[in-house]
């Protein structure tokens, strides 16, 4: 029993029909290739018998969510913590402050009330100053915000369905919708600092096209889905690859055979589609793969499907050369070479993992020979071969990945009926232990895939998706670092970084690659230190491969960590899953703690994806483990940037001003409480009643904020795509501040000043009378302050707000309309039992004499107006920060007028144009376009 997925380790005991006999069991080892997860699909198979291992609290879902190692908090949750534990400290202080003063005053001389000559201080007790104390903590509670995790918890769910309604983020292709797997990080998605993207799959299509292959010194192209040798540099037409020459057989058949693609069978297609059909309701239909699939079936195409789009590539290019893979019947993998069927039995298949980066197939070739077939990449083949133009062979391959191919090599080795026999007995033994199993099988395999000969090497196409180098270039403005990890060699990776402008020819380029010990790696890291403080006004990028970062890990992690946050974009090619983590781990503890996010399609990437503070995951063609264990999931890189930059944006803006609302309304509410006390000799006398204590963040306030935290916009889509930097003022939860939180608190403080002190001056010199002539009482002083307090605190809304719409309009209407409605139920009758007569009528008498309304409008302008003006000069001030970004200019570049037969009028109307050299980025005719000089519309 264990909690990792892709982990499972097992034996099955066979035992034969015949009990009475008893012979040995057949042991049969199971590992995580035999083990069907919930949810799993299952193809090209009629029917298997099964037994279910894991159940009940034991399934890998449930020891997962469960033992989860650590949970991921947003920043807005942990500065929200803080914010509770100073209120509590505020509490303590509120409660202790004021049951000392209760004391100090009873027992002063002539401290006791008039009307009760017999009350005195000397008489107090234990059980006393406890029921005191427990007396203000009850009356003063309401300073903390219980209610705000309600309603945070609810904006975050109900606000994520916005990214799956989100038509831009909808794949149409594969009729996939943005998925949100936590929304409790949906915050998180306006403060990333650094994001670690995965290439193959992620920023390339992953739809492969054989290119390009080499065998011996020969190099040779596809050209219209022929194969031709490269001669002089250039695919010549004339000279056609014969087949059937020796090496070129060899490696054609390698190709053919290395691999575990399987053939969809048409009848085993009608199957998965018609049940497809029945399951429409729960799959929501059939998926865009089987509907691909029906097309390719109906023009009679031989439909490959592999666990990897290389393979695939593979096969179907042998295809069209005409060395066709047919079927694998009984284990025997049948293929047409050239017109002639040939079969080869499969004896043993080698999965590839990402620690060896190689994968290889046993095959009998003739009665006394097994031929083993490897592939992989060249780190893993080249060193263990010891036949072959090794140099020559490294060269095609650096110069197909300087080309921008994804490369292979392939290698093949020959063994004996005895050398197979015993090496089948020991993979067996190794196959069956419980513990240490793959490191056993481990040294089995290394055994088998030693002394190879070198056959050749392919080069396959992966083609950038579209709009990828547009948003690596609007997170670049946004001040989001782009740092691309992945497996494939560095030339490979290198090419792919300048293609989509994550590296630019104005970088300066630092290498650390091919370090074979620990001197060379640090004299190239200081190097770079040492360049990057003398010339700290230029723009680094930086390359590093899997084993120089092993080295630098161990032995220099400082200097590594430093080296890295000071260039603007880095690459890590041939990288292993874990070191993809620890370097996400890197940054993460860096001393700034930068918000990081991590974006991959496979499962390589699952760890790199865990280990960032927001986890995304794009639908690969691969499997769905990196969308399942992403935060959010979706299918195209470019859908980052409205992602990031609009969405992002817009939920940090939300949550961040409801935690602040919450605890500024709070506090703008029950401190006329404490300054109640201080007129009642703390004798822990409400001035509000219970009923509106208790409906004040239920009813009366609670559905604003909600509306307000689900459809606020500060700034619309439009602006914030073509305005990238505004994404970076949101940075280091900007808006929870201490700064910030110290501007609502004294704002909270001054509307509860207005609001008290305002009453109690109109009422304290003889009180305000009503019609009848009598003074008003103290619940009809507290139930003024209370109106007051209710009307501001939702008005407070508007003026925050830059978005007026009719949900929030119309949560407004409602608060008022119930606070107004209750209050008439409330105060009109005397329910016994329920409403004490101290509260009838006196929501009426509140507005019986002129007086009192015109004291609550004035009361409530006085407390909004210095709300008001911050907001007009926070508008200032973002409006020249603004102007002032749009219109910086470099010293040698001059601001250029159109003549006025040139202007051409704006979105506004105007017709002032100017070009402004700043980002190469501008927003014109409803989208995003890139130029070399961007063009302002004033």
């Not at 291992?53 to 879902?61: A, D, E, L, N, S």
């Not at 927003?923 to 302002?936: A, K, V």
Request: aromatic share 12%; glycine share 6%.
């Amino acid at each position: 029993m264990n909690k990792t997925t892709c982990s499972f380790r097992g034996r099955l005991l066979m035992h034969t029909e015949d009990e009475a006999s008893r012979p040995p069991a057949r042991v049969i080892s199971l590992n995580q290739q035999n083990l069907l997860l919930n949810g799993a699909r299952l193809k090209n198979t009629r029917f298997i018998y099964g037994c279910a291992v894991y159940t009940g609290q034991q399934t890998k879902m449930a020891l997962n969510s469960v033992y989860q190692s650590k949970n991921k908090w947003s920043t807005i949750e942990k500065g929200m913590n803080k914010f509770l534990a100073f209120f509590l400290l505020v509490l303590l202080l509120e409660v202790g402050v004021c049951t000392g003063l209760k004391y100090w005053l009873a027992s002063r001389p002539g401290g006791h009330p008039w009307y009760n000559p017999d009350a005195n201080g000397s008489g107090a007790t234990a059980q006393m100053v406890v029921q005191d104390l427990f007396a203000f903590l009850v009356l003063f509670n309401y300073i903390i915000p219980i209610s705000l995790y309600v309603t945070i918890e609810m904006q975050k769910f109900l606000g994520a369905r916005f990214l799956a309604w989100d038509g831009d983020l909808y794949d149409k292709e594969r009729n996939l919708p943005c998925k949100v797997n936590s929304s409790d990080l949906n915050e998180e998605l306006g403060q990333v600092e650094y994001l670690f993207s995965d290439k193959t799959g992620t920023l390339t299509e992953n739809d492969m096209i054989f290119r390009k292959c080499a065998v011996g010194n020969r190099r040779f192209a596809d050209v219209n889905d022929r194969l031709f040798e490269i001669l002089d540099g250039g695919a010549t037409h004339h000279v056609q690859v014969d087949l059937s020459e020796p090496d070129m057989s060899a490696f054609i058949l390698l190709l053919v055979l290395c691999h575990t693609v399987a053939i969809n069978e048409p009848s085993l297609l009608n199957v998965a589609l018609d049940m497809g059909l029945k399951n429409k309701g729960r799959r929501k239909g059939r998926s865009f793969s089987d509907e691909s699939m029906r097309l390719r079936q109906l023009k009679g195409e031989v439909l490959y499907e592999g666990a990897s789009p290389d393979e695939t590539a593979l096969v179907s290019a042998c295809r069209r050369y005409g060395v066709v893979y047919q079927a694998n019947r009984d284990n025997c993998y049948v293929i047409s070479y050239l017109g002639h069927e040939m079969t080869f039995p499969i004896l043993k298949v080698l999965e590839f993992d990402a620690d060896r980066k190689r994968m290889s197939i046993v095959v009998r070739t003739s009665d006394d020979c097994v031929t083993i077939y490897v592939k992989g990449a060249e780190t893993a083949i080249l060193p263990r071969c010891t036949v072959g133009n090794i140099d020559a062979m490294q060269a095609s391959v650096d110069a197909f990945a300087q080309e921008g191919l994804r490369t292979l090599v392939m290698a093949e080795r020959k063994l004996t009926n005895e050398q197979w026999i015993a090496s089948m007995a020991e993979l067996s033994e190794a196959n069956n232990f419980l513990v240490d199993r793959e490191k056993k099988v481990r040294e089995v395999h290394d055994y088998l895939e030693n002394n190879l000969t070198l056959l050749g090497a392919t080069g396959v196409e992966d083609r950038l998706q579209d709009g990828v180098a547009e948003t690596l270039e609007s997170l670049r403005i946004a001040g989001v670092k782009t740092w691309i990890l992945t497996g494939d060699k560095q030339e490979t990776a290198v090419n792919v970084s300048y293609s989509c402008g994550h590296f630019k020819k104005s970088m300066q380029a630092f290498h650390l690659t091919k370090c074979g010990d620990v001197s060379t790696c640090e004299t190239l890291l200081q190097t770079m230190h040492q360049t990057i403080n003398h010339e700290a006004d230029k723009q680094y990028c930086f390359t590093v491969d899997g084993p120089s970062l092993k080295i630098a890990f161990e032995h220099h992690p400082g200097l590594l960590q430093k080296v890295c946050l000071a260039c603007v974009a880095v690459l890590g090619c041939r990288m292993s899953p874990i070191q993809k983590a620890l370097i996400v781990k890197m940054i993460k503890d860096s001393p700034d703690r930068p918000i990081t996010a991590a974006i991959g399609d496979g499962a390589n990437d699952v760890s790199m994806i865990q280990a960032a503070h927001v986890g995304l995951g794009i639908f690969g063609k691969e499997g769905r483990q990196a969308a399942r264990a992403a935060d959010f999931s979706f299918g195209r890189f470019r859908m980052v940037m409205k992602i990031f930059l609009v969405h992002g944006h817009w939920y940090y803006h939300r949550v961040s001003t409801l935690v602040q609302y919450f605890f500024y309304k709070n506090v703008a509410f029950i401190t006329a409480q404490v300054f109640f006390s201080f007129f009642t000799a703390f004798s822990a006398q409400t001035v509000f009643d219970g009923a509106y204590l208790t409906l004040y963040n239920i009813v009366f306030t609670s559905l604003p904020i909600l509306a307000f935290g689900l459809f606020e916009q500060d700034l619309s889509a439009r602006a914030l795509l073509a305005q990238p930097h505004l994404y970076s003022y949101n940075k280091k939860n900007a808006k929870l501040s201490i700064k910030e939180f110290v501007k609502w608190m004294i704002l909270s403080v001054w509307h509860t000043l207005v609001f008290f002190f305002g009453f109690y001056f109109l009422m304290a010199p003889n009180g305000v009378m009503s019609q009848d002539g009598k003074t008003y009482d103290m619940w009809t002083f507290g139930t003024a302050i209370f109106t007051t307090v209710v009307v501001t605190v939702n008005l407070k809304l508007l003026i925050l707000s830059r978005h007026w719409n009719g949900f929030l309009l119309g949560a407004l209407a409602i608060s008022f309309v119930a606070y107004a409605g209750l209050s008439v139920i409330y105060n009109a009758t005397i329910w016994k039992g329920l409403v004490t007569p101290d509260m009838y009528w006196v929501f009426f008498m509140v507005f019986d004499n002129p007086a009192m309304p015109l004291c609550i409008l004035l009361l409530i302008v006085a407390a909004l107006l210095p709300d008001l003006a911050l907001q007009v000069l926070e508008s200032s001030r973002l409006r020249a920060t603004y102007l002032k970004q749009i219109f910086s200019c470099r010293p040698d570049r001059k601001k250029r007028w159109f003549p006025a037969d040139q202007r051409k009028p704006s979105v506004d109307g105007s017709v002032m144009r100017e070009v402004v050299p700043t980002q190469p980025f501008g927003f014109q005719n409803g989208s995003l376009h890139h130029s070399e000089t961007s063009e302002t519309i004033i």
